[in-house]
């Protein structure tokens, strides 16, 4: 049993939510609870058969957003379909492949009320034990990401991303890193070529009980009322 509860201030808007994770068996089960009275949920049942797992999902009162996920996953494949639990669903599909350290995949969405795609992207990644790449076209074919990650040493590692919109040849730069401060305390930052700074403190106070710390702002609009977080996760 697992209870976690979060809080974010941005401007005078305080927004809160409180979940709740059980397991019982090959069953484990999500409840998600916000100050706007919705109830957010997922089942998962592991091991239908060897590498086969069956989730549902939804939010309530939100009907529509119920759905129900098969995922397969061997060693070299990892294979999942979804479809949305109403009258006219979304219908989305993946496909990843691997070997040696690099990983080629793709994924669809198609919406059958609307007879059209809702998203088709591809993907192809490479890794080492210390470092990782990655390629993806996503936005339906019209963004371009390219991120690489390395482990420096140890108790540090950064991270670096370009991402570029074709219609609008707008390109986004993001860097990262990540540090162990002691064996219980990681600290990370984040930063964007757009002024976004954001920084995230996180302890674990006990044995899988952990307690965060985020804060994001706007630096060339520093006027503006920045964004807070606090989490708490308990390991019961």
């Keep these: 049993l697992k209870f976690q509860t979060a809080s974010v201030k941005k401007g005078d808007e305080v927004s809160c939510d409180v979940k709740t994770e059980i397991e019982v068996g090959n069953v484990e089960a999500e409840f998600k609870l916000d100050t706007k009275s919705k109830l957010y949920f997922k ?57 040696k350290g ?21 993907g192809v990644a490479y890794s080492e034990s210390d470092f990782a790449a990655s390629l993806l076209i996503a936005d339906k074919l019209d963004t371009l990401k390219a991120a690489y990650f390395q482990k420096v040493k140890k108790d540090v590692e950064v991270a670096v991303e370009a991402a570029h919109k074709l219609s609008k040849s707008d390109t986004t730069f993001t860097a990262g890193a990540s540090f162990e401060l002691d064996p219980l305390t990681e600290a990370k930052l984040r930063f964007n070529n757009r002024g976004t700074v954001a920084a995230l403190l996180q302890h674990e106070f006990r044995p899988k009980s952990k307690v965060t710390i985020a804060g994001e702002v706007d630096s060339k609009a520093l006027d503006k009322s920045g964004k807070v977080g606090l989490a708490i996760a308990l390991k019961l």
Excluded: C, M, R
Aim: no cysteine.
């Design 43 to 99: 089942a998962v049942y592991e091991d239908l058969a060897p590498g086969l797992k069956l989730a549902l999902t939804g939010i309530v009162p939100d009907s529509k957003a119920t759905k129900a996920e098969l995922t397969y996953k061997q060693e070299l494949v990892n294979v999942s379909a979804s479809v949305g639990l109403v009258t006219q669903p979304v219908f989305e599909g993946a496909l990843a492949v691997g070997t």
């Design 102 to 122: 690099v990983v080629v995949g793709a994924e669809v969405g198609y919406d059958t009320a609307t007879n059209s795609a809702t998203k088709y992207n591809l």
